[in-house]
């Protein structure tokens, strides 16, 4: 079977495990106080026009969102997401687990805008009721977002000034960054959202690590006490240069940015090809995320030889699927692909 259902079906970029192999009899100290965790921060940093960024390295994307969230807010503080996104559909309630409320708005797109954004903390400034309700504080975006579109810079700046004007940090989920910045039409760089952003996260998970996302807080504030917060949420790893190591590795020579925008360039290969068919799409993506509609006769005859992600019934006979590419996926399993959309 080909795997085209998510970016994180395989190990390992090789060039980490070689790195962990030479260094595999090597002794270091724990809990990502290392060498390595520090080498990979200055790598990441030197990316970001932001040398007072702080880095900090942990194992999973909702451990991170749920974690930099709770240290983030005061109890009776809330979040502001687009209504897809992955802290409110993804991830079993972790966020309103650690006790905040996360304000859903209507996406388009999978994006949500400014002036959603400025309406909804209007609401809360003019409210004769404040300590009855939640505060919002918190914006959390995804770039790119879980439809695999992307904000643009005049979106990014808009939201981070709204935010700025009403007191709220903005939080950007990087799971997927890499493919984000990679894409064709992407006018943000990781300096923006740096710039832009009070904390962020490089996502490993999908981008060819083994493990792990580097969280970058611009806002030295939010950073206070961080690795207590990461200690008593269960996310501190004792073996931490781990993380570092495999960070070090993706960022020392830009091969983060390389091995995701070569993903980008696949999706697009297999976006054509449907496209040629005059397949529709349930949205346009221009990251390695494909949505497609396809008859669910064809889907069971592509489900033989590829695995995608199901999405969602659109109707009697149709259904919406994802085909997603990766740093892993290959040129021949591309072409493979295509041949056989071509014969649809």
């Known amino acids: 079977m080909i795997r085209f259902n998510n970016d994180y079906n ?40 932001c040398p007072e960024a702080q880095v900090h390295f942990m194992v999973g994307g909702t451990q991170t969102n749920y974690t930099v969230i709770s240290a983030a ?30 304000q859903a708005l209507p996406h388009q797109n999978g994006k949500i805008s400014a002036s959603q954004i400025a309406a909804e903390a209007e609401l809360y ?12 504080k918190l914006v959390y975006l995804s770039f790119p977002t879980e439809y695999g579109t992307i904000y643009t810079k005049q979106e990014l ?16 989920d990087g799971a997927r960054l890499g493919y984000g910045l990679g894409a064709q039409d992407a006018d943000v760089t990781i300096a923006d959202i740096a710039r832009l952003a009070d904390v962020f996260y490089c996502g490993g998970t999908k981008c060819g690590a083994l493990f792990g996302e580097a969280v970058v807080f611009t806002d030295p504030s939010l950073a206070v006490d961080f690795r207590s917060y990461i200690k008593q949420n269960g996310a501190m790893l004792a073996k931490g240069w781990l993380l570092g190591l495999q960070f070090y590795t993706l960022f020392k020579d830009g091969l983060y940015f390389d091995i995701t925008r070569k993903a980008d360039e696949y999706a697009m290969m297999i976006r054509k090809a449907f496209a040629e068919k005059s397949v529709p799409f349930y949205i346009d993506s221009t990251t390695n995320q494909q949505f497609v509609i ?14 995608y992600e199901y999405e969602m019934k659109i109707d009697d006979t149709h259904s919406c699927v994802r085909f997603c590419t990766s740093w892993s996926t290959t040129e021949e399993d591309v072409q493979e692909l295509i041949r056989d959309i071509r014969q649809l």
């Open 10 to 49: 395989c190990g390992a970029h090789p060039k980490i495990l070689e790195a962990l192999a030479v260094t595999n009899t090597e002794s270091y100290g724990g809990y990502g106080l290392d060498p390595w965790c520090e080498k990979a921060s200055a790598e990441i940093r030197k990316y970001l026009n």
């Open 73 to 102: 807010l005061r109890p009776y503080q809330s979040v502001i997401s687009a209504d897809s996104g992955h802290i409110h559909v993804h991830e079993t309630g972790a966020v309103e687990h650690c006790g905040h409320k996360i």
């Open 125 to 136: 400034r003019t409210s004769g009721v404040q300590e009855h309700i939640t505060q919002p």
């Open 157 to 172: 700046e808009a939201i981070s000034a709204v935010c700025r004007e009403y007191g709220m940090y903005l939080f950007i």
């Open 294 to 307: 396809l008859e669910n006769k064809i889907l069971e005859k592509l489900s033989k030889k590829y695995v």
